[in-house]
Each structure stands twice: as structure tokens, then as C-alpha cells.
């Protein structure tokens, strides 16, 4: 059997290699990339669990049960995630393919239970205090989620956009608008346990998955840091009890395509291993044109792979240890119109009335080349007293090159560009869980451990270039950037007029950079006390320490020999030819918290409850790193506390699953970012002062007719949302009349306003979804069609809440018919998103240069093919 299963990986990963094309990618952050399980395996049949109560003590902590209700109780989540943990890994021979190598959905693949860990042990999700939207790699497929920002269309509450490359994540209308390595995020991502460090490029691992949680609300307690909105858990197949596999190559318009393979195989009797591959190209979603003339432009892509080994010492004690590698190229974020010019230009640039058409007008190439490594380790011991779990993670993300066209015309005013830019960050947990054998464990569960993260990330190297020419003749304002660099170069006494800096593409080549070195260390524990079978109290703090330090904070000017970048010069990473005019220095910021949560738990019968709870989370304090004429201002924390009261329950003998909430959060220091060279930097980040966020949701699934038509199920979602600034009085911000910056850090002179009362950035009062999936048995095979419709009733893009940068309503439909062939493991699958073509944003962002705009993607159809064995 053993060397069956090598051959059979060795193969199968020559047939891969044969079979895909020797091109890039598309974008980083597919699903589909890390949903590769989803129907790789098959086999025999396990009994469902008879009630749901918590999952028996020792079972694999990321393993997840998922039945499907009302057929047969096998999956692949059982296949590649066994329910319980064994000495060996059995290497039993496999069924004939007939009967293993696909499954045919005889009743809807959104049907089914799920085991979730939202708070670090295993429940199922019905029993979980917490609204949770959680999808087996099944039920995404099902869906057509091919995408992290696709989780949107089937989560309500949810907003996952990109802004300059820089992932934008907004939960229950808890976010941050600022971006940048500096920036961290309201929503926490975690793969496998790790913690996600921000980068520009999306960020995820890729691989099969085993299913993937959205935690909503603020997630501080055992999630820690950067969770004030809730937290992504995305949790990968462990290695099967037998070689099974699958490839999948995908077709669509935009010239995309797209080649996957997932093997899973017993190496021996102790140790285990998965492999994943992807590779992806597409093309741009428009063009670009400078003068009538086609401009710069560059084709997305992505390539990468993951292995995952898992090592049985005993029948109590494992090691699994994990490295995901990653390529890739996005410009499609990074591509924009300015479709609202600045008042401030007085020659040469109008706007387009078909603006935004997708076709941009950008005299410098837009993207960004960037890798990605991931390599972690946990060791798992079981014990008479708890579940011990080590987790260790080394998380880098470099941007070897970023480009872009900062003033978005065809124009020569102002770029920027980035040879050294990265993030990265080290992390150490130690959890203990208890279990069935801990002491007192017939009416308590805990969970506790010690946390450590280290990190460091921002621009070793920074240049924005500044066409004197064109700030000299056609920009009324922006010189004064240029006279703020004469007056320090006037102190520094280098002997330099900014006249003596033009090179001969009359640029002026400002360098810069910033670090930002955070280490934090945190304590948390957290219990669940039953007194009774129908209440549960749940209390838990986190303790948390955290020091932050920038670095590498300085201002250059570049001598005219070395050119304007990207040239050899700036490629070989040379600054012999660079003149330090500033260092910047700044204090370490410390800063202590502690997140406490409380919930209470009542179930008056087996298929309801009710819970309530409040918790607390921290956003932790930073600097703006990129600073070029004043001194680094810190940004203090932010701090969210929410409150929420909701029911789940199971209804109408279990057809109709209905979960709904009410909650209130209130936000002090809320994070946001201004993107201005009249604040004497790039990006700068401030604190909004207050704000509150009001809001209801529900969300369902429902079998209508389980006996008569078992295939048919629908799935549907809803939140409300009002969430303003109660406090915000130095508000900063683009006059509409005349496009200057104002603010009380403005080079320009215009005071602060208040944005109290105002709407709170993308946060729109309603999103909504609803999903209809009917699977029809024929033959030995089975069809399967899917029709979803998502709304969004439209948001602000800007705290003054401008006219000109708001995104109107919108709504999206998408639709699959997919084809499975049992004897074979084929599966045909036919698919639309975004099909009416409605044009909505990606970003939209007010600047010196007026309104840039990144369309989000338009309509994409195609065909995927997959094999299943």
C-alpha cells in the first residue's frame, strides 16, 4: 500500500506538471486555491453523532464532522479529518472507484453540521454563543466562493475590498479604512491557528480546506489583538487514511486560467502528508491608454504550493508541521481612474463623463510583485488534565516591487514606488483545553493559554517622485510640498536648492522609509460553567502587553544622476547617490489591556437558544511610518465593546435552521486614514474620536420539502446597520469646491471640521443575500444548480461624507450548473458571476489629485473540470 501511494503521488504530480500550462497566475487569496478538498475524498460510511452535544474528548482538534442531512452521513471532511485521533494511520486497501471516487449530493450540499473551534475547542455551531457563518470546502463549492472577498457575497455584515493591494475588512461596520504595513486590521485572520500578518497582496494560505469560520463581533478575549470587528478561522484537511487526490483546471472570459492539484496519502504508519499546487493567470479587468495610445499594463498572476505533514508519536502526542510558498503579481488593485480631477488643476486634465468605464489613463505602471512564506509547527499532547497544544509560526511577506501612478492621469505629476517593502512576524501560543477527563468537567470547560508575538514591518526603502515641471505650471497648492523640501534642505546644509535636484525627466526623487517593531505578549483564560443542563455562563479576560518602537525613519533627497525608478539604480538597491536630509525618531509606545467577555446561555428545549453577551477588543496604538516633512505622529489605540443579545434554533423538525442577533457596539478612537502629501506624508492615520454602531441580523436555511424533493435548499441572510460618529471634531478631509486638503495638520492652512453625526465608511444600512441550490439525481450521476442574489443599499467612502465619494446601491446575482459523475469522480461546473455586468467599487479614495477610483470585478463566466480520485 505504501508504495502504491508514493507511486500514485509521484504521478499524479507529473501529470500536473505536464498538464499545466507554464504560465502565472491570477490572485492570491483564492479559495479556490485553498478550497482544494472539497470532493478530493471519499470514504466509508461513519455514524453521525446521535445529539449535539460537544464532541468526545480526544478528538483531533481541527478535525470537523460534516454530515449531510438526509443522505448518506460519509464527506470528505471525514475523510480528511478523522474524528479521532489513532496510534497509526490505517493503510487499508481503497473502495473500487466507483464507489469512492465522487459523491453524489442526493440531498443539497448546504445542508449539514459543522464542529467549529470559534472558541478554541470543538463545538458544533449551533452550540457556540457567537453569530458564526461557517462553510465546509463542500458547501463553498457550492456556493462558487472562489475568493476570500466572495465570503461577502454568502456572510451579511461582511465587506472584504482591497485598497491599493492592501486587503480592507469590515465586520458588522467595525473597520479601518487605513492601509499599509502599519496598519493593522480590525478582522483577524487565522489559518490553522496562525495569525495572518497584513502585507500588500492578499493574504491567505493555500490548500485544502476543511471548513472556514467568520467570527462576528469583537473577538479581543481569545483571539486577541487587531479582532475589534471578529476574526476569519480558516482550518486545512490533515493528511487522510488513504492516497486520494484531485486536479482541476478552470476557463473563463478575461483570458483567466487557473490549473490545481491536491494529493493527500499515509506515508507510513505514523506520519501523513498533503500537498497542494496552484497556479493562475488572467487577464486585466480593462485597459489602459495614455494619449489614445495603449499605456503600461501587466497581466495578474499567482503560483504557489503548500505541504502539511502530520507526525504520530504515540496514540497522545502529534506533530504537525506546515510550509506554504507563494508568487504573485496584482495590478488589477492597483490599476485607477481619477474620475474627478482636483479643482486644483488649472490645465490639461478634464474629466471623462464615461467615467469610471475601465479604461484608465496611467503614465506609469500599477502593481505589485510580492512572496510570501509561511512555515509553522504545532505539537499536540493529550492528557488526563488537558488537551496541550504548542503553535509556532514564522509569517513573511516581502514586496520585493510597487508601483503607482499617484495622480492616476496621463499626466507626469507624482508616482510612487517601492523596492523594499515587507512584513514580518514570528508568534508562540501555548493552549490548554480542557476535556472529558479534566477535573470537574461534568459542569465545567475551560480553555487558557499564553500568547507572544513579534514582529516587524513597514518600507526599508520608499521613493516618490515629484515632476517639478508640473507642479511648477499646472497645480495651484501642491508647490508648497515642494518649497516645505526647500525650507529643510535651507537647515540641513547640504548645499542643495530643490532647482539643483531636477533630473532630466524634471523630476524631483524623494526617498523615504519607516519600521515599525511590536512585540507583544498576552495571558488568557477562559471558562464555561454549567450549573444546570439548560444554562451556561461563560466569563474570560485576556491580559495583554504590548511595545511598539519605529525605526528607519528618515527623509533622502535623490542626486539627479540616478534617475527617476524604476531603473538599475533603484534595482540594485544603490542609495550611494541618496542624500539623508532628516532622521526621525520617535518614543516606544507601551500599551496594556485587558479584553473581558461574559455570555450566559439559555436552552429551554433541544433545538433552541438563547445567549447574550458583551466583550471587549483592542485595536493596539501605532505610528505613521511614512513621514516626509514632519515628525511621526502615534495613533492611540482603539478600543470596542459590544453587547448582544440573539437565539439560535432549529425548527420545523429540523428543515428550518434560523439564527438571528441584536447588538451595540461602541468604538472609542476609532481608526482612519487620509490619503494627502498636504499632511506632510502619504497615508496618515488618525483616531475619529467615537462612534456607535446599532444593527439586527439574522440568517436561515431551509429544506421546504425534505421528503419530496430532498435536493432543494435555501439560504438566506440579513443585517441592518446605523453606525455613525458620535465624537469627531478634527475631522480632515478634500473641500469639494476647491480640492485642497484641510485639517489641522495642513500644509495648506484650511482648519479641521466636525464629522459628528456623520455615517461611519462602508457601512451601509442593509446587505443582504439569499441562495437557492437544487440537486436532481439521474443515473449514476447527479446535476446541481445554484442562483444567488446579493444586495447592498451603498455606503460612504470618506468620514465628511461628501456626495462625490459614495457608492450607490447595488445588487449582484451569480449562477452555477454544475454536472457530477459518480463511476468517474468528474465534476463539470458552469458559472457567472456578477451577472447583470453592475458596476460597483473596489476602492474609491479621495487624494490631492482629486477621486481615484478601482472598479470591483465585472461579469466572469466559465467552466471548471475536475477530477476526484
Keep these: ?31 479556490d486555491s485553498l478550497l482544494a478538498s472539497d470532493w478530493a475524498a471519499e470514504t466509508e460510511s461513519q455514524e453521525a453523532p446521535a445529539s449535539q452535544t460537544a464532541p468526545a474528548a480526544g478528538t483531533s482538534p481541527e478535525a470537523a464532522e460534516v454530515q449531510d442531512e438526509g443522505s448518506s452521513p460519509s464527506s470528505d471532511a471525514e475523510a480528511e479529518a478523522s474524528a479521532e485521533v489513532y496510534s497509526t494511520i490505517p493503510a487499508s486497501d481503497p473502495e473500487p472507484v466507483e464507489e469512492s471516487a465522487g459523491r453524489r449530493p442526493s440531498a443539497s450540499r448546504l445542508v449539514e453540521e459543522i464542529i467549529v473551534t470559534a472558541q478554541k475547542r470543538e463545538e458544533y455551531l449551533q452550540d457556540v454563543p457567537i453569530m458564526i457563518n461557517a462553510f465546509s470546502g463542500e458547501k463553498l ?65 493555500i490548500g485544502p480546506v476543511e471548513r472556514v469560520e467568520v467570527l462576528k463581533g469583537p473577538q479581543g478575549t481569545l483571539f486577541g489583538r487587531n479582532a475589534t470587528g471578529g476574526a476569519i478561522n480558516i482550518v486545512t484537511a490533515d493528511p487522510p487514511d488513504e492516497f486520494l487526490g484531485s486536479v482541476k483546471a478552470e476557463f473563463g472570459n478575461y483570458n483567466s486560467r487557473k490549473y490545481q492539484a491536491y494529493f493527500g496519502t499515509p506515508i507510513t504508519s505514523w506520519l501523513g502528508a498533503t500537498l497542494a499546487l496552484y497556479k493562475e493567470d488572467q487577464d486585466l479587468y480593462g485597459r489602459n491608454e495614455v494619449y489614445g495610445e495603449p499605456g503600461p499594463m501587466r497581466n495578474d498572476y499567482v503560483e504557489g504550493g503548500r505541504l502539511k505533514l502530520k507526525m504520530y508519536a504515540t496514540d497522545n502526542l502529534s506533530l504537525t508541521v506546515t510550509a506554504a510558498l507563494n508568487e504573485q503579481f ?64 514564522d509569517n513573511k511577506a516581502d514586496v520585493d516591487e510597487a508601483m503607482m501612478d499617484y495622480d492616476s492621469t496621463e499626466t507626469a505629476q507624482a508616482t510612487f514606488y517601492s523596492n523594499d517593502q515587507y512584513n514580518y512576524q ?63 534642505l535651507g537647515a540641513s546644509n547640504l548645499g542643495y536648492t530643490v532647482g539643483q535636484l531636477i533630473n532630466a525627466s524634471n523630476d524631483v526623487v524623494l526617498g523615504n522609509g519607516g519600521l515599525l517593531i511590536t512585540e507583544s505578549d498576552a495571558v488568557y483564560l477562559q471558562g464555561t460553567v454549567s450549573p444546570t443542563d439548560w444554562l451556561d455562563v461563560t466569563l474570560g479576560a485576556r491580559y495583554q502587553v504590548e511595545t ?46 485587558l479584553s473581558p467577555k461574559l455570555a450566559i ?38 478600543t470596542a465593546t459590544a453587547y448582544e443579545i440573539g437565539f439560535k434554533s432549529d425548527l420545523l423538525d429540523g428543515t428550518l435552521r434560523l439564527n438571528a442577533a441584536a447588538f451595540y457596539t461602541q468604538i472609542d478612537g476609532l481608526l482612519t486614514a487620509i490619503v494627502s502629501l498636504g499632511s506632510g506624508g502619504i497615508v496618515t492615520f488618525r483616531n475619529a474620536g467615537e462612534a456607535e454602531i446599532k444593527g439586527v441580523e439574522f440568517d436561515m436555511l431551509w429544506q421546504p420539502m425534505p421528503s419530496m424533493n430532498p435536493g432543494l435548499a435555501i439560504s438566506a441572510g440579513a443585517t441592518w446597520l446605523r453606525g455613525i460618529y458620535t465624537d469627531y471634531r478634527d475631522g480632515v478631509g478634500y473641500d469639494d469646491d476647491t480640492g485642497l ?30 441562495s437557492l441550490n437544487q440537486a436532481i439525481s439521474v443515473g449514476r450521476g447527479s446535476f446541481e444548480i445554484g442562483v444567488d442574489y446579493y444586495y447592498n443599499s451603498g455606503f460612504n467612502t470618506t468620514p465628511q461624507n461628501s456626495p462625490h465619494y459614495e457608492q450607490p446601491a447595488y445588487d449582484l ?29 473596489q476602492a474609491m479614495l479621495q487624494q490631492d489629485f482629486g477621486r481615484t477610483v478601482t472598479l470591483a470585478p465585472p461579469r466572469t463566466y466559465g467552466l471548471r473540470v475536475k477530477w476526484s480520485f
Design 330 to 393: 496584482n495590478s488589477n488593485s492597483l490599476s485607477q481612474e481619477n474620475t474627478r480631477p482636483a479643482p486644483i488643476f488649472d490645465a490639461g486634465v478634464e474629466p471623462d463623463p464615461n467615467d469610471p468605464d475601465r479604461v484608465w489613463h496611467n503614465n506609469y505602471l500599477g502593481g505589485n510583485d510580492t512572496s510570501n512564506a509561511l512555515y509553522a509547527a504545532t505539537l499536540e499532547w493529550l492528557t488526563d488534565f488537558a488537551d496541550i497544544k504548542f503553535i509556532f509560526s
Design 548 to 593: 511598539r518602537g519605529l525605526t528607519n525613519s528618515y527623509l533622502d533627497v535623490v542626486l539627479p544622476t540616478a534617475g527617476s525608478p524604476p531603473n538599475d539604480y533603484f534595482d540594485r538597491h544603490d542609495t550611494s547617490q541618496n542624500l539623508r536630509v532628516r532622521n526621525f525618531e520617535a518614543p516606544d509606545l507601551e500599551d496594556k489591556t
Design 141 to 205: 463549492d457550492a456556493f462558487g466562493v472562489e475568493n476570500t472577498a466572495d465570503l461577502q457575497r454568502i456572510t451579511p455584515g461582511l465587506s472584504y475590498t482591497y485598497t491599493y493591494g492592501y486587503s480592507v475588512i469590515y465586520m458588522r461596520g467595525v473597520g479601518t479604512d487605513a492601509f499599509l504595513p502599519n496598519a493593522d486590521p480590525s478582522v483577524a485572520t487565522y489559518i490553522d491557528g496562525v495569525n495572518i500578518t497584513p502585507s500588500q497582496g492578499k493574504q491567505d494560505t
Design 813 to 841: 446575482w451569480s449562477g452555477r450548473l454544475s454536472y457530477f459523475y459518480d463511476p468517474m469522480g468528474i465534476q463539470l461546473t458552469g458559472f457567472i458571476d456578477n451577472a447583470l455586468d453592475e458596476q460597483y467599487i
Design 426 to 488: 514570528r508568534t508562540y501560543e501555548l493552549q490548554f483545553v480542557s476535556n472529558s477527563a479534566s477535573p470537574f468537567s461534568n459542569w465545567l470547560q475551560w480553555v487558557g493559554g499564553l500568547y507572544r508575538l513579534e514582529g516587524e514591518g513597514g518600507f526599508g526603502a520608499l521613493y516618490f517622485t515629484v515632476n517639478a515641471a508640473g507642479f511648477g505650471s499646472n497645480v495651484i497648492g501642491l508647490p508648497r510640498v515642494l518649497n516645505q523640501l526647500g525650507s529643510l
Design 1 to 31: 500500500m505504501k508504495a502504491k501511494a508514493v507511486h500514485a503521488v509521484a504521478m499524479g504530480l507529473c501529470a500536473f506538471a505536464m498538464k499545466a500550462p507554464a504560465q502565472d497566475g491570477a490572485t492570491y487569496g483564492d479559495l
Design 741 to 770: 486638503y484641510f485639517g489641522d495638520d495642513s500644509l495648506y492652512g484650511g482648519p479641521a471640521r466636525d464629522f459628528t453625526g456623520n455615517d461611519i465608511v462602508r457601512t451601509p444600512d442593509l446587505t443582504a443575500n439569499i
Design 601 to 638: 446561555q439559555i436552552r429551554p428545549s433541544d433545538n433552541i437558544q438563547y445567549f447574550a453577551s458583551a466583550q471587549r477588543a483592542f485595536k493596539s496604538p501605532t505610528y505613521n511610518i511614512v513621514n516626509f516633512f514632519t515628525n511621526p505622529d502615534a495613533v492611540e489605540r482603539e
